[in-house]
C-alpha cells in the first residue's frame, strides 16, 4: 500500500508532531510492507531535498518566509508534483502549513 504524509515538519526535527508521525511510520512499516513517502517542509538549508530514512522516502520542498507567497509555492508544488497524491492509496495531512 502506498502511503503518504504531509506534515509541515518531520525528522530530523524534533516536536510532538514529528515524534508522533515517526512512530506512526515505524508500525506502519511493522504491520505490512507500505510504501510511505513524507512530504514536509525544508526548514534547514543543510537538509536534503530527497532522501530514504528507516525505509521511509522523504521529500523536502523550500518554504518561503512570506506568508500569501508561501502558502502559493506550497500550492505550486504540489501541483507539480501531484502525482505523488494522485499514485497514493492513502494521504495523511497532519498539522495545516
Not at 522523504?58 to 506568508?67: A, D, E
Amino acid at each position: 500500500m502506498k502511503i503518504l504524509f504531509l506534515t509541515r515538519r518531520y525528522y530530523p526535527h524534533i516536536g510532538g508532531v514529528e515524534t508522533h508521525i515517526r512512530e506512526l511510520v515505524k508500525n506502519l512499516k511493522l504491520i505490512k510492507k507500505n510504501e510511505i513517502t513524507i512530504i514536509t517542509e525544508k526548514y534547514d538549508q543543510n537538509l536534503k531535498n530527497e532522501e530514504e530514512v528507516d525505509g521511509v522516502k522523504i521529500i523536502r520542498f523550500s518554504y518561503p518566509l512570506k506568508k500569501y507567497r508561501g502558502l502559493f509555492e506550497i500550492w505550486k508544488w504540489l501541483y507539480k508534483n501531484r502525482h505523488l497524491i494522485e499514485e497514493a492509496d492513502i494521504v495523511h495531512c497532519h498539522d495545516v502549513f
